[in-house]
């Protein structure tokens, strides 16, 4: 009874979709990796403790926020077969899981270093407060870019003990990233938003004007992504990562239109998978040769 219930629960919170952000938390380190050269010895070690709070945060994040959006999610069309609102998962159930994914985190964030420790309740604070955005500000998509934003610079903590600003490039252009194709897929609530008095970029500016929203945070993820690997002094495969993410990007703008929406769920869950595995590869690969 356990296990199912574990399995249903790994299905609510999308645990494949750790895909997105880890990516983008493995590069964090390996930049780090390469600025300190100190990967002999506990190298290993800390990037499988980063994997660990990587997917404590995000298992725990998501786990909040359906039980925080169980009320909204039962009246919307598209939502209401969620776990939680259809009676699958008990919200008792729910919550144990968030709090032992909590605590997993805070132990990884134990075994990396102090400061780590010190900032995990921050970072934690940050990916729960999202869950209450869309009720007061239009900005939430940015609000969740952040909580996976913070990922990159995180890992660089979890390897220097310290904070270099020039990470925050990639914590930016994570944000923008994720900011924009969650604009495209909130497109698919406008009517339930704007009936139901819920906030977010296509409620408050309609659909088209949503998706040029949504281009232009695209656009900024590309500049922060150059900018990052100039004060890097980064190499070619870098930017060839760049351009193979520019045209993911460009391809996902593409399949998606204000007055045909049939093809979200490709642009949010294929493409963007492929933007955050290609951008590793190339990076990983530009790091280590």
């Given at each position: 009874m ?14 494949e ?41 995000r ?13 909204i ?15 699958q ?112 970029i ?27 690997a ?20 460009l ?11 049939s093809?979200?769920?490709?642009a ?21 040769l």
């Open positions: 356990f296990l199912k219930r574990l399995r249903m629960t790994l299905d609510m919170i999308k645990f979709h750790s895909v997105f952000a880890l990516p983008f938390a493995l590069t964090g380190a390996l930049l780090a990796f390469r600025q300190t050269g100190n990967f002999a010895g506990r190298g290993w070690l800390i990037l499988a403790w980063i994997v660990v709070a990587m997917v404590g945060a298992s725990a994040a998501m786990a909040f926020n359906r039980l925080v959006d169980a009320e999610d039962a009246k919307n069309p598209r939502t209401r077969t969620r776990h939680i609102p259809a009676g998962l008990s919200r008792g159930f729910g919550w144990a899981f968030t709090i032992a994914s909590s605590l997993i985190f805070f132990l990884a964030a134990w075994q990396l270093n102090p400061l780590c420790l010190k900032l995990a309740p921050l970072a934690q604070g940050v990916v729960f407060f999202y869950s209450y955005t869309k009720r007061f500000t239009s900005f939430a998509h940015l609000v969740l870019g952040l909580a996976l934003g913070i990922a990159p610079a995180a890992a660089w903590i979890a390897v220097t003990g310290e904070l270099d600003p020039r990470i925050l490039w990639l914590t930016a252009a994570v944000m923008f990233w994720t900011a924009g194709f969650d604009v495209i897929y909130s497109c698919q609530d406008y009517e339930y938003d704007t009936n139901a008095g819920l906030f977010s296509p409620s408050a500016f309609g659909i088209a004007k949503a998706l040029h929203i949504a281009k232009l945070l695209h656009v900024l993820m590309i500049v922060s992504l150059l900018l990052l100039s004060q890097l002094h980064l190499g070619p495969l870098s930017l060839a990562g760049i351009g193979a993410v520019a045209a993911l990007l391809y996902e703008h593409g399949i998606v239109k204000p007055n045909d929406l093809r979200v769920n490709a949010f869950f294929t493409m963007n998978g492929w933007v955050s595995v290609l951008f590793f590869v190339f990076w990983a690969a530009d790091i280590l």
